[in-house]
RNA sequence: GGGCCCGUAGCUCAGCCGGUAGAGCAGCGGCCUUUUAAGCCGUUGGUCGUGAGUUCAAAUCUCACCGGGCUCACCA
């Protein structure tokens, strides 16, 4: 653990009021409450509790009979009322309850009155129906669990006094997700998707594989690499920036159908769709083509479609998608609706194409100069068997029927190898190792990866990557 | 990298045709034994992002820089 600024570095107000909560964890100490006690047990959380008002009774009709609750969770509001206050507790999904503490409880009531804003808190007493017919639990017990030294900024509950600094809310998740319960739903989103995707290929009987992070050749796409170094073989290595390459290798090992899911690495610009390090699913099929996994892709889409959104009818940013199969199916020639080919095409096709197309669409026959590890196409070998699927003017996945002949390979190494002297900083190396290995031959394979960031920032209509992930890439904070 | 906008109290903001700062909430001190994200009274807290310039005087005008946002470009 790192030590921390001073607090003589902040300002006099900040300072003011953490000394003041502070001194009020010393003066807990002092008299033998630990005001970072871990030995409260909980019976119940708090989304777990009885929400229906209407076979509550009020306070008087509580009796001994009355079912207890044990529950805990941050103090976010007090309304005082003298001899009485309400303590507004919220839980793990930032569902709220009320805790009545009156001044007949003297322990409780004083307890209360030490509590701030922002501290953890354990309670246990009987549910009742206040005379607002509101929810609360009247407090036989109440104790602080964690002292708060840090106040929280503004008030969590307070219309239109929204913390909107975004630097601040991505630097610091924790409070983003403190002011803003409901952000934790898109990651629990995030979760079900992952999981979602992992669960799909696993029931086709892909194995899951975890490969290399640390290369010493850049390949399997164009980008520019992040470069480290490794001390005891004192040698340069890249992160990787795909995990293509080390996937047909188990290809060719024989795992017949191989996935991986995880973090990829590319040292390039930054913008509301694009983050040094993000998380692709690659997935790999031996005997398949890339027809086929344009099957496998709208039936995976479609599903998690469902299972996150409800349908396959889904709004992303006020534009109404539909994820419903099939998707459409064009060639960049078509699409373009010239005769180029080669980087024009491509070029033509990301000027003028790409941003149409709004629902899924996959596009097929890319030229080889772009598609270095795709297979040729047999009746055009100016083309590759390939196919990018865009939706709302976006790439969620590529996919290509694997080139696996090794003569061809090499060639195309040899031409990025020329590219990169050329001045291409995006070119690969080239991967000695992995044409051995399609050498000893490679099965006819397809393969496709996904951006796992941006479908999420799909179904959970997010603008910006960095609301799908927890910890984007910042500035380091200087304060 | 280009264009536009922003940076004032812990948070959200006002003040910006120049005269060295205000509000709400949070905090602190009081009052109130069923409140609604309470109410009432009082109060602490800011070298106005940094630096330079213009001026008798700069939060306010000018320039540079730093940080942030949006947007365009680049980018598989």
């Known amino acids: 653990m790192s030590i921390g600024k001073p607090m003589s570095t902040e300002s006099s107000d900040l300072e003011g009021q953490m000394k003041a909560r502070t001194e009020a964890a010393e003066s807990l100490r002092s008299r033998g409450v630990n005001p970072y006690a871990n030995d409260f047990r909980v019976t119940h959380q ?7 008002v209407s076979v509550m009774t009020g306070e008087d009709g509580l009796t001994a009979e009355s079912p207890r609750y044990a529950i805990a969770g941050r103090l976010v509001q007090v309304n ?12 793990d999904r930032g569902e709220m309850l009320q805790l009545y503490v009156k ?27 206040t005379r607002k017919e509101k929810r609360a639990l009247k407090c036989e017990s109440l104790r602080i669990l964690t002292k708060s030294i840090r106040p929280l900024p503004g008030k969590v509950l307070q219309e239109g006094s929204d913390v909107t600094d975004v630097g601040l809310l991505y630097r610091q998740r924790y409070l983003d997700f403190i002011v803003h319960p409901d952000k934790v739903e898109i990651f629990r989103k995030r979760a079900r998707i992952v999981s979602g995707i992992r669960s799909f290929f696993d029931g086709l009987g892909y194995v899951e594989c975890e490969t290399r ?25 890249f992160l990787r920036i795909a995990t293509e390459l080390d996937l047909k290798r188990l290809i060719t090992g024989g795992i017949d159908r191989v996935y991986e899911i995880g973090r990829l690495f590319r040292n390039e610009g930054m913008d509301r769709t694009h983050n040094p390090e993000f998380t692709t699913i690659e997935f790999y099929h031996a005997y398949a083509t890339y027809e086929d996994l344009m099957t496998l892709t709208e039936q995976l889409f479609e599903k998690l479609a469902v299972d996150v959104c409800g349908s396959t009818e889904i709004d992303y940013q ?46 097929t026959q890319h030229p080889i100069e772009t ?15 390939r196919f990018e699927l865009f939706i709302n003017g976006r790439e969620y996945a590529n996919a290509f029927s694997e080139l696996n002949d090794p003569v061809d390979q090499r060639a195309r190494f040899a031409s990025q190898v020329s590219a990169k002297a050329g001045g291409d900083e995006e070119a690969m190396d080239y991967d000695e190792d992995f044409c051995r290995a399609l050498e000893y031959g490679m099965p006819p394979t397809a393969g496709e990866g996904i951006g796992i960031d941006r479908l999420v920032m799909l179904l959970t209509n997010q603008a910006s990557i960095r609301d799908v992930i927890l910890f984007p890439q910042m500035r380091p904070d200087e304060t």
């Open 213 to 237: 992070m640390l290369l010493s050749t850049n390949g399997g796409a164009a980008a520019r690499p992040f470069k480290t170094h490794h001390n005891a073989l004192d040698i340069d290595l």
């Open 103 to 129: 001044a007949d409880n003297a322990d409780a009531f004083a307890a209360a009155k030490e509590l701030g804003l922002g501290d953890f808190l354990g309670a246990e007493g009987p549910l009742f129906k």
């Open 318 to 363: 006020g534009q109404a998608i539909s994820l419903k199969a099939p998707f459409r199916r064009a060639t960049m020639q078509e699409l373009v609706g010239e005769p180029l080919t080669g980087k024009a095409l491509v070029a033509a096709f990301e000027q003028r194409v790409e941003k149409t197309l709004i629902q899924p669409t996959f596009v």
């Open 46 to 52: 708090i989304a777990e509790l009885p929400v229906d």
């Open 371 to 385: 598609s270095p590890l795709a297979r040729k196409n047999d009746k055009d070998p100016r083309f590759t068997d």
């Open 80 to 91: 005082e009322m003298g001899k009485a206050r309400f303590l507004f507790v919220r839980g």
